[in-house]
Nanobody, 131 residues
């Protein structure tokens, strides 16, 4: 298993930027796909972004393309989510998640974006964007 701890959330104004960090412990981090999800009260947790084990492949939800960037530093066991041009609708609790399944070749979009593909989750960090 991988233990995940998110940080970097906070209260910002529309148009501002934030960088979320997710520190991982466990020897399997370097081989794991990593994802960010978000959730608001009363709604399902939704996919935001995913990065493969090497950092060479990323995938984003349409509503964050061009604004958010996911990256990772395997030497530091950390994955990041750089969020620019934040909007009030980005307000949510953001969760980091690890996909510990060994996946060979191309990964289906449905697999990358499904909560069921992720085995370990952090506790979440609140992001609030005021208008």
């Amino acid at each position: 298993q991988v233990q995940l701890i998110e940080s970097g959330g906070g209260l910002v104004q529309a148009g501002d930027s934030l960088r979320l960090s997710c520190a991982a412990s466990g020897r399997t981090f370097g081989g794991s796909g990593m994802g960010w999800f978000r959730q608001t009260p009363g709604k399902e947790r939704e996919f935001v972004a995913r990065i493969n084990w090497s950092g060479g492949s990323t995938y984003y939800a349409d509503f964050v393309k061009g604004r958010f960037t996911i990256s990772r530093d395997n030497a530091k066991n950390t994955v990041y989510l750089q969020m620019n041009s934040l909007k009030p609708e980005d307000t949510a609790v953001y969760y980091c998640a690890a996909d510990l399944t060994v996946r060979i070749g191309s990964i289906a979009i449905a697999t990358m974006t499904s909560k069921k593909s992720y085995n370990s989750w952090g506790q979440g960090t609140q992001v609030t964007v005021s208008s």
